[in-house]
């Protein structure tokens, strides 16, 4: 329906392992917080923990945003094979899930955005009201990483990277990476922390799993809080909408309706005072030569999507070379029909 076959979505294989695996990832940083705060309670917080968690949170949440999102996911960029391999890396250590299946599920959100087959939306299929509204944004935060009937099949949606050498690899060494970022924790605490092995158990405890803890949900949120609050400038046919209080947080993947707006942008923040430090990072790439064909979105294209313009009712034939890209990018249209302010549509006035 609409569009959805079953070549979309990825066969599920080890589904109750997988739920353990994900349970406990999503528990254990929880169950670290009492522990953290009762060690704070008794001074057993040391400002080089604080470093550690800062280095650590920066390290895989750039990782998310530049590498897996903007870089992976969008090509909003290029760079060099030495790059690619660092980004795919950083962002394993974020444990959001192997770089080919972030990638595929993040594509097919983009090309079901709010209908049917998107695989976190907030709006499908949870009832009306507030309790529907609830339900609806816990299915969008964490719900859905239980699930595997709506996943972006690996062959349909990420066939560049399932043959990209670099990708792969460290898409199967996905364990080791994860297991790496927590215990670089302990290491990184313990040369900060003046060669202490007290600060070495605190470092792992902040840089490795309370890092975890923060990153997760900031990146959970972008799922749900932002198909659901805030504003939406650009007309888009999905709920997603800019949502401030998260930018300097999310590294600026926040501004979520500018980017549903314009997927393939390397900024996400459009106007200069939406704060978007992954943009700030790619630009600096861009200088000293590390990145180069980066995605910038012309002002007039920006001003002809915004929200109560007249709409063109025939779109102009696209130029060849962005129209072949987006067409991989989106290799599906759903249908038309979620759009925000829509019959479906129960985001907050
Ligand atoms: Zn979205
Ligand atoms: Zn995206
Ligand atoms: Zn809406």
């Known amino acids: ?154 062959e349909r949606y990420a066939p560049d990277l399932v043959a990209d050498p670099i990708v792969s690899k460290v898409h199967s060494q996905f364990i080791l990476w994860a297991v790496g970022g927590i215990l670089s924790g302990a290491v990184l605490g313990f040369l900060i922390g003046g060669l202490s092995w007290q600060a070495a158990l605190t470092g792992l405890l902040w840089g490795g799993i309370i890092r975890l803890f923060v990153l997760h949900h900031v990146t959970f949120s972008i799922n749900s809080l932002c198909h659901f609050f805030g504003k939406q400038p650009y007309e888009t046919d999905d709920h997603s909408r800019n949502f401030a209080p998260l930018a300097v947080f999310s590294f600026g993947e926040a501004w979520h309706n500018n980017h549903h707006a314009f997927p393939t942008s390397a900024a996400h923040g459009l106007k200069p005072w939406q704060v978007d430090p992954s943009a700030a990072l790619i630009w600096g790439m861009e200088k000293t030569g590390l990145a180069w064909d980066v995605v910038r979105v012309p002002p007039e294209r920006r001003v002809r999507k915004e929200k109560g313009r007249e709409q063109p009712q025939e779109t102009p034939p696209a130029p060849a070379p962005r129209r072949r890209r987006r067409a991989r990018l989106t290799p599906v249209r759903a249908r038309a029909g979620a759009a925000c302010g829509g019959p479906a549509c129960r985001c907050p006035a």
């Open 1 to 154: 329906m609409d569009g959805l076959s079953p070549e979309d979505i990825q066969p599920v294989e080890h589904e109750t392992r997988d739920r353990i695996i994900t349970g406990l990832v999503t528990l254990i940083p929880f169950l670290a917080l009492f522990l953290a705060a009762y060690l704070a309670w008794n001074s057993w917080l040391y400002w080089s923990d604080l470093v550690v968690f800062l280095i650590l949170y920066t390290f895989s949440g750039y990782g998310i945003t530049v590498g897996f999102h903007r870089l992976f996911t969008h090509r909003s960029f290029k760079t060099g094979p030495k790059t690619r391999r660092l980004f795919a890396i950083m962002g394993s250590t974020a444990i959001e899930g192997p770089i080919i299946s972030w990638v595929a599920d993040h594509r097919k959100h983009h090309a079901f955005s709010d209908k049917f087959g998107d695989p976190h939306s907030p709006h499908v299929d949870h009832g009306v009201g507030w309790k529907g509204a609830f339900r609806g944004l816990v299915h969008a935060h964490v719900g859905w990483i239980f699930l595997h009937d709506q996943r972006g099949s690996h």
